[in-house]
């Protein structure tokens, strides 16, 4: 599972979006053993967001990852799928179709689910959207989705009416840093990636946090080492 948050800054010179995620994957399987089967369940890390090939727009997955996730992120990162009509229409067609090839248009279990967190600068300035399993496409102040929301959203309650107007880039930013240690309390969530999007450009920096953090594990297992 995971957790995503979205924040549209309004506030100062640069206007834009922040995005975090967590970069826990947790993968489940289901194991023989003699007369009984049982589910076994492993965490990994992973990417979550995903910028495309023009570097205007920032994905966000939340939910199910498999192939089928896979190819319909591959026409957005290529610009395969027209955005621009998926937000004006209010309706993105792709991820519903999506679905119905997950069930093989049958009926659902209802966990294999997946939903979509959009930040874009298609129009000279950053948008946030929403996509719902069916399709549904809401343009959004903030947004929140994933296993640990429940724990993120408390970063954002003193906040809410002032989101966007009165949030800087660096208010966001600590915002989001907040909800995502927050929702650290859901056993699926865990680590950090966050993506800004700004009329000038997208940046992701997921792989700089890991980097940074793993090098002070280092030290620090130095640092103990050498005190024993």
Not at 14 to 21: C, F, H, W
Not at 71 to 91: C, H, N, V, W
Not at 106 to 114: A, E, I, M, Q, V
Not at 147 to 174: C, T
């Amino acid at each position: 599972m995971t957790t995503v948050i979205g924040l549209r800054a309004e506030k100062g010179k640069e206007k834009g979006i922040v995005l975090a995620s967590d970069v826990s994957l947790t993968r489940t399987e289901w194991r023989p053993a003699g007369d009984v089967v049982y589910r076994e369940q492993t965490k990994d890390e992973g990417q979550k967001m995903y910028i495309s090939d023009d570097g205007r727009v920032a994905v966000a997955v939340i939910g199910t990852f498999d192939d089928y996730t896979a190819d319909m992120l591959s026409l957005i990162r290529r610009g395969e799928i027209d955005l621009k009509k998926a937000f004006t229409d209010r309706d993105l067609k792709n991820i519903r179709e999506m679905h119905m090839r997950r069930y093989n248009f049958t009926r659902s279990n209802g966990d294999d689910t997946t939903s979509l967190i959009i930040a874009s600068r298609l129009e000279g300035k950053p948008f946030l959207h929403y996509v719902n399993p069916f399709g549904k496409v809401e343009e959004r102040k903030y947004a929140l989705d994933g296993s640990g929301s429940k724990h993120a959203v408390e970063a954002l309650r003193p906040d809410w009416a002032d989101i966007p107007y009165h949030l800087n880039m660096k208010q966001a930013f600590d915002i989001c840093v907040e909800g995502l240690g927050r929702s650290s309390k859901d056993i699926y969530s865990g680590g950090l990636d966050i993506v800004a999007v700004t009329p000038d450009g997208i940046r992701q920096f997921g792989s700089g946090i890991k980097d940074k953090l793993d090098k002070a594990k280092k030290e620090a297992i130095r640092d103990i080492r050498r005190q024993l």
